[in-house]
């Protein structure tokens, strides 16, 4: 019994494999940093059940957080899922705001009807470092959109990605965490209190970490 959706949703991603924890092994992040945790929530969209419990908390904390929205927009490209399947059950619009321009036709940055003033809610599955997700957001404001805030799936919660959302000036709501996550790890014995260590001190300072 998990007495929060924190908990919850920490223990579905590392039923499914939808995070992997290697500290002895790490992996190798494109950014080229070394990491002892590889998280892609996109694998829970396989799980009918998973997928639905975690789309339900999503819009659970919409409906909270951001009762006046009016369109949901997905960051390209694992917030679209999401933010499509929210987007039917709360019957509001659908946008999503691509990584670059396409290269041809109407060389969209972002694809949907975005009509300036409404009320928007930017959808992630994993905020990082938050450069990525708040350049969609900049997109967005800058197409006239009322951007109240961010939800997503998990945080890795890097003091650079606090710092650049609070500079911004943009909230940030997300259904679990790194430190809930290591938590839930320990508890149901994947990982011992050494190996907890090894991954707080990564998240601590990332760029430069080493397995040891």
């Known amino acids: ?42 694998v829970a969209l396989s799980y009918p059940d998973i997928r639905a419990y975690i789309t339900k908390c999503l819009i659970d904390e919409i409906k909270e957080k951001y009762p ?12 679209i899922p999401q933010a499509s399947i929210i987007a039917d059950r709360m019957s509001k619009s659908l946008i999503y705001v691509r990584a670059k321009p396409k290269d ?20 992630e599955d994993l ?21 109240l805030g961010m939800i997503a799936i998990f945080t890795y919660g890097f003091p650079i990605a606090d710092e650049a959302f609070e500079k911004a000036d943009v909230k940030l709501v997300t259904l679990s965490n790194y430190h809930t996550l290591l938590y839930v790890a320990v508890k149901n014995k994947i ?3 050494a190996q907890r260590e090894v991954l707080a001190k990564w998240q601590r300072n990332p760029s430069e970490w080493n397995a040891e």
């Not at 041809?104 to 959808?123: A, D, F, R, Y």
């Open 68 to 79: 006046t929205v009016e369109v949901i927009a997905g960051v390209a490209t694992a917030g």
């Open 1 to 42: 019994m998990y007495t929060t959706t924190k908990e919850s949703i920490a223990e579905k991603l590392l039923q499914v494999e939808a995070v992997k924890l290697s500290p002895q092994k790490p992996f190798k992040w494109a950014s080229g940093w070394n990491s002892p945790i590889y998280c892609d929530n996109r």
């Open 191 to 193: 990982l011992d209190e």
């Open 104 to 123: 041809h036709g109407m060389t969209n940055l972002i694809e949907g009807k975005i009509t300036p003033g409404q009320k928007v809610v930017v959808v």
């Open 127 to 147: 905020i990082s470092t938050g450069g990525s997700s708040l350049k969609a957001v900049e997109a967005l404001k800058e197409q006239g959109a009322n951007v």
